[in-house]
Nanobody
Framework: QVQLVESGGGLVQPGGSLRLSCAAN????????VAWYRQAPGKQREWVAS?????????AESVKGRFTISRDNAKNTNTMYLQMNSLRPDDTAVYYC??????WGQGIQVTVSS
């Protein structure tokens, strides 16, 4: 059974940076598009960024220029990343990785606060 495991969340001050990771336990990771979503308290889950199985990426307007999605399809890595810079309090949310449009990670908390 393919699973996604997230890491790298936590508490950071406004203006700071965090890098989220999401590791898949299968090499089929390399053939699927991947994405990050987030859900803030009391709000619906929203799309943050996507990365195809090539180098194409896309970002929500709210994070464009601050966040970078990337992936490593190496055989023993199979990991996607979300580099988050210039973090703001309204970036506070549970972040979820997604693979192939249907498989989700467990979610990881990111809190931006002074």
């Amino acid at each position: 059974q393919v699973q996604l495991v997230e890491s790298g969340g936590g508490l950071v001050q406004p203006g700071g940076s965090l890098r989220l990771s999401c590791a898949a336990n299968s090499s089929i990771f390399s053939i699927y598009a991947v994405a990050w979503y987030r859900q803030a308290p009391g709000k619906q889950r929203e799309w943050v960024a996507s990365c195809g199985n090539g180098a194409n990426t896309a970002y929500a307007e709210s994070v464009k220029g601050r966040f970078t999605i990337s992936r490593d399809n190496a055989k023993n890595t199979n990991t996607m990343y979300l580099q988050m810079n210039s973090l703001r309090p309204d970036d506070t949310a549970v972040y979820y990785c997604q693979m192939g449009g249907g498989l989700w990670g467990q979610g990881i908390q990111v809190t931006v606060s002074s």
